[in-house]
Structure formats: structure tokens, C-alpha cells
């Protein structure tokens, strides 16, 4: 069964530097009918201003996962034990951190007149207390166009993909063009969401546009195919 999530029902927050879609219950958006999809937790579509971002807070027991689509934004953080990342990233770069037993972090566009946008994504944890870690990496076009990659997977099983989290969850990246078709098989027991970033697609017969999701159960497999170039985020989740 596909549950298509149309990008217009989804909640926002708009401040005079950030416009915030949320696909699942945020902060003051409460919708008791989208507060989760398994261990997914927040798909939120983040447009920032120039100069501004989300100032230092805390975060304990989530994996959070940024996504950039463009622009620049600049990751600061203090761990639990002391520890500092800093990284400044573009598009196509994905940030993971595990907030575990505790973590402060800021998201900022360092760009003084160009907006950043980003997906910033939350899973539960497979349980509270890991220690808190952040790892970075850089996914370019050519590595993703046209193909299902895994660019987030499970820290407890033997995975492909480079960046880790501890929950039994793995994210694919895509970039589709127009006619190019990637397909994905979901184990049994399984839950899939797929969220369009950017373009359209055909996900099995049914038209999914920009900020469009599907959540997908009791499928034994999926195919997505471009109608336009289009930038895909596809999550496979026990």
C-alpha cells in the first residue's frame, strides 16, 4: 500500500529568516495523523536566510541527519564529553550526528545574501545512552545520478553505506533524470518513505511532485522513475 503525502498538507513554520515544512509533527505544528513512519520521526524542508540560522540548543537520545539541496551551512557542535566539530558543507553534503547522552549544536548559512536550504531529518534511536559521535561526507552528482545510493545505513549490521546511525534504518540518495528509472526491494516486515526533494516522479504509477512523500507498507518492491530531473531521498526502515 502507497499513502501519498501531498506537499500541500504539510505543516510550516514561517519566521522572517526561516520557511519550515513539516511532513510529521514539529515544535507548534501538532497533527496527530503524521507524528511518525516507524522510527522516522521529522522530515523537515528548511529554507534559511543569509547570515542567519538556528543558534546553539541541545539535543539528547535522536539521529539527526542533514541533507543540503544549496547553498552552504556551516555545523558547530559540543558533545557530551567535551569534544568540537566544526564543518562548513554544500550541496550534496550529508551531516549525521547522534545526539545520545547529550549534544549542542547550531546550524548556520554562512552566506551573507544567499538562502540555504536543507532537509533536516530526525530517527528514534534503537535505545537511549549511545555515545554522541558526527560524521560528514560529500555525495557528488555523478555517484548518485541514476542509481539508488546508500548514503546513511545501520551501525549494528553490515552496511554500504558510509555515514552510520544506531538505528536499524538505511537512507538511499538519487538523483533522476528525466526516463531513468531506479527500482528498490523492501524485505518483508519493512516499511519504505520516499520523499521528492526537488523535481517529479512516478513512483508506481502514481505522480509525486516537489515536497511530495509516500509512505509504503506490505510492498514487496518499488519503482521510482523521473519525469523530470529529480532529486529523491528514499528511506528503508525495520
Not at 558543507?89 to 545520545?100: E, F, I, K, N, T
Request: overall charge negative; glycine content about 10%.
Amino acid at each position: 500500500m502507497i499513502t501519498v503525502r501531498p506537499s500541500h498538507t504539510r505543516g510550516q513554520s514561517k519566521w522572517s529568516w526561516l520557511d519550515s515544512k513539516h511532513t510529521f509533527s514539529f515544535g507548534r505544528y501538532i497533527d496527530r495523523e503524521h507524528v511518525s513512519f516507524r522510527s522516522l520521526r521529522v522530515i523537515n524542508d528548511d529554507i534559511v536566510a543569509g547570515g542567519k540560522g538556528f543558534e546553539p540548543h541541545p539535543h539528547e537520545d535522536m539521529e539527526i541527519i542533514s541533507y543540503v539541496v544549496s547553498g552552504r551551512l556551516a555545523h558547530k557542535d559540543q558533545m557530551e564529553d567535551g569534544s568540537r566539530h566544526a564543518h562548513e558543507s554544500g550541496a550534496g553534503s550529508v551531516q549525521v550526528m547522534s545526539a545520545g547522552r547529550g549534544v549542542t549544536h547550531s546550524e548556520f548559512n554562512p552566506s551573507p545574501t544567499e538562502a540555504s536550504r536543507f532537509i533536516q531529518i530526525w530517527i528514534m534511536p534503537d535505545r537511549e545512552g549511545h555515545d554522541p559521535m558526527y560524521a560528514q561526507r560529500d555525495f557528488s552528482e555523478a555517484e548518485r545520478r541514476n542509481k539508488l545510493v546508500p548514503i546513511v545505513g545501520p551501525r549494528s549490521k553490515k552496511t554500504d553505506a558510509p555515514l552510520l546511525i544506531n538505528q536499524d534504518a538505511t537512507v538511499y540518495s538519487t538523483l533522476l533524470s528525466p526516463g531513468a528509472k531506479v527500482g528498490h526491494t523492501i524485505a518483508k516486515g519493512r516499511g519504505v518513505y520516499v520523499q521528492v526533494v526537488r523535481g517529479q516522479i512516478d513512483l508506481d504509477g502514481k505522480a509525486l511532485g516537489e515536497g511530495d512523500g509516500a509512505a509504503i507498507e506490505n510492498e514487496g518492491s518499488i519503482v521510482l522513475t523521473g519525469t523530470t530531473d529529480a532529486d529523491v531521498l528514499v528511506f528503508d526502515l525495520a
